[in-house]
């Protein structure tokens, strides 16, 4: 907060503007149980479910083991999240993995976060979640057939754009679209689980016979298979980028992981079964959407229904993951890792617009130039080197520092099985089939250190720089955030 009260300082009012500053710096404290409960389930059920059982089983080759995965994954997020607690009762502020990096290791790896963070790893979460909306938006267009990848890709850019005005107009807005869709989201999967008992109590069991069959053993497979799965409970960590917003967190914290996770996986496994239910596994495997597939058989003429609450469900998620992956941005800005623009808000929406902007920009790119599984795993490679790299400065934390006061302990075992997953997630694919794309990204986290020494340890700041900001912030109308305006 240094920065900020010298910002303050030079303003005309100083003395009233710094008791104000300091009190206003503070997010007011109103996320409490259920909010955190429907911020983690809400961010956690997007597209994939919808998108990834087919992959998941593709890569595994039978109904019993891909449903293996689907509770293997839902464990592993509930045991990253447990860990991610302690870490949370430790480090009391927002910025999830970045502000712990920052804190436990330091400066530079928290940048090469921070970085690829910000250019990489929301804009492509956001890219793959705007792909399968449009998948589903658009499959009931084209019935019979696959729909043709040009309008597919038209239609997740028109939903980034929509977005993107969503967001920057109002705050509250994209709050209350995201609690809409939580809902429809939930009424689709609950039809979907019921549809399926119903077949299930018919008798319709058949591709749960010799069900092991064809089962693949690859590390790679394997590894791949769990990418996939992996991705639809992506956002077990999302409490912790608002630490700083919730009443009590050392019990709502806790307390939100240990309800909502669990109940995701359930869901889950019943959505996973009456998929099966209803289709033979090769029916499963040549659906392009899973959902609708299932709607139509088992709806008859209702399955638009599932298209359309697909449709809701990927768009408030997509919604989800917009609103949240500001926070990084902006944290990473307040702490001096990021081009000072984009901690900027603008003056009359109050919504922090420049950081927006630029990962839809960022997302529009990535839409043009890639597929839903290339992002998919581009997404979980380093999603899950950055968790890693978190988990073991949470046992650094343990070993070392035992003495730190923390509201919540985790048993030491539970963030090692983490860590080890960690390991063999980032390495199973490297191993199994070596892609140069991979080489791509690693190339791309240390190309961060060319920004890091000039700009963040040096602090140079070259004139032309500041001409753009001072120009971008008369064109995007935005002002530093010193003070909370009423």
């Known amino acids: 907060s240094m920065m900020r009260k010298r910002k303050t300082t030079d303003s005309p009012h100083s003395s009233t503007d710094l008791s104000e500053g300091k009190e206003n710096l503070r ?23 919808f998108m990834s059982p087919e992959w998941v089983l593709h890569h595994m080759g039978s109904p019993v083991s891909s449903l293996l995965i689907w509770a293997a994954c839902g464990l592993l997020a509930m045991f990253g999240a447990l860990s991610y607690t302690e870490l949370g009762t430790i480090i009391k502020e927002s910025g999830g993995e970045y502000i712990y990096i920052l804190r436990i290791f330091g400066s530079f790896p928290a940048f090469l976060f921070a970085y690829t963070s910000v250019i990489l790893v929301r804009p492509a979460g956001l890219a793959a979640v705007c792909l399968s909306f449009a998948e589903y938006a658009v499959a009931p267009f084209y019935p019979g057939c696959s729909s043709p990848q040009v309008v597919i890709k038209c239609t997740a850019a028109a939903c980034i754009l929509l977005l993107t005005i969503i967001n920057c107009l109002n705050v509250r807005l994209a709050t209350s679209i995201m609690n809409f869709f939580t809902a429809a989201k939930l009424l689709a999967l609950l039809v979907i689980v019921v549809g399926g008992l119903v077949l299930l109590a018919k008798g319709q069991t058949q591709s749960f016979q010799n069900a092991f069959q064809n089962t693949t053993a690859g590390i790679g497979a394997v590894g791949v298979a769990f990418y996939q799965g992996l991705w639809s409970y992506d956002g077990w960590n999302n409490l912790n980028y608002v630490t700083e917003e919730l009443k009590k967190p050392e019990v709502t914290l806790p307390r939100a992981v240990m309800i909502a996770i669990p109940l995701v996986t359930c869901l889950y496994l019943l959505v996973n079964m009456s998929y099966l239910a209803a289709m033979t596994p090769s029916e499963l495997l040549s659906s392009g959407a899973v959902a609708v597939t299932w709607g139509d058989k088992v709806l008859g003429s209702w399955a638009w229904l599932i298209s359309l609450s697909v449709a809701l469900s990927t768009f408030g998620s997509s919604n989800g993951t917009f609103f949240s992956g500001g926070r990084v941005c902006y944290i990473a800005a307040r702490e001096g890792h990021m081009p000072d623009i984009l901690s900027m808000a603008h003056v009359r929406c109050l919504t922090p617009s420049p950081a927006l902007l630029f990962t839809s920009a960022m997302s529009l790119i990535m839409i043009i130039s890639g597929s839903f599984t290339s992002i998919v795993n581009f997404f979980s490679f380093i999603a899950w080197l950055f968790y890693g790299t978190t988990i073991s400065g949470l046992l650094y934390l343990k070993i070392k520092k035992p003495e730190l006061p923390r509201s919540y302990k985790v048993p030491i075992i539970i963030p090692i099985i983490v860590l080890m997953a960690a390991v063999y997630l980032v390495l ?16 791309f986290i240390f190309s961060g250190i060319i920004l890091y020494f000039p700009l963040v340890r040096f602090k140079y700041h070259p004139r032309f720089l500041q001409r753009v900001t001072l120009h971008l912030q008369l064109f995007l109308e935005v002002a530093p955030t010193t003070r909370v305006a009423n």
């Open 27 to 49: 997010l007011k404290q109103e996320v409490g149980l259920i909010s955190g409960v429907s911020l983690i389930a809400g961010t956690m059920i997007g597209s994939g479910i």
């Open 428 to 443: 199973a694919p490297i191993i199994d089939q070596p892609q140069i794309e991979i080489l791509y990204i690693i190339v």
